[in-house]
């Protein structure tokens, strides 16, 4: 991948665009070029919004999210039923129910799923820590908010055996979540109607 004539610094630039989701080889020649053209509208904060970011964001202890303290301040608010938690695929799941206002609970994030093809297994995600919740907490209903997809259900399924003998009924995502549907990409309301009409798992 070639910049033209602009030298090592834009090469290296483009190719830190490149790795980013959603941004191929031409996507991030187009975002540096914009970026360099608006270097000090743009392209100055976001260097410094991105040290201060890496510097000051970390993960939650608690439930995985990312903030800059831990515990977060979803798990800190003194509004949040503790006793009922959401276990979602990634923090953008989290970001997800958080934006359709469809949750008051807490969170938990396992950071992916199974995935035997991917090679993602149970000690590779966050799922240790969720039993712990469940069995040393006051937890009555665990939520299921998982992706519509094979692996997603399959990691559910896993939860599920887990959880047995916690004490804490477990649900699941229902009307509204199309089978191979990513939180991410839903919609706020749809969000919203599948948490009210959540079921037993």
């Not at 080889?25 to 053209?37: N, Q, T, V």
């Not at 800059?68 to 695929?89: E, L, N, Y």
Request: neutral net charge; aromatic residues 2%; proline residues 4%.
């Amino acid at each position: 991948m070639q910049s033209g004539n602009g030298g090592p610094e834009i090469d290296t630039l483009i190719k830190l665009l490149a790795k980013l989701p959603g941004l191929g080889p031409r996507s991030a020649r187009r975002a540096a070029l914009d970026l360099i053209k608006k270097r000090e509208a743009l392209m100055r904060p976001l260097s410094r919004a991105l040290l201060d970011a890496a510097d000051k964001i970390a993960d939650c202890a608690i439930c995985g999210n990312l903030d800059v303290g831990s515990p977060c301040h979803i798990c800190t608010a003194p509004g949040r039923d503790q006793s009922t938690i959401c276990v979602v695929q990634d923090v953008g799941d989290l970001w997800a129910m958080e934006r359709a206002g469809a949750f008051r609970g807490t969170y938990h994030v396992l950071g992916g799923t199974l995935s035997a093809i991917d090679g993602v297994r149970p000690e590779d995600l966050n799922i240790e820590g969720l039993v712990r919740r469940a069995t040393e907490g006051n937890v009555a209903e665990i939520v299921l908010a998982m992706n519509a997809t094979i692996d997603g259900q399959t990691t559910a399924h896993y939860i599920t055996d887990q959880l047995k003998g916690s004490g804490a009924s477990i649900s699941r995502l229902a009307h509204g979540v199309p089978v191979g549907g990513e939180l991410d990409y839903l919609d706020d309301g749809t969000i919203t109607a599948a948490m009210k009409s959540r079921r037993p798992f």
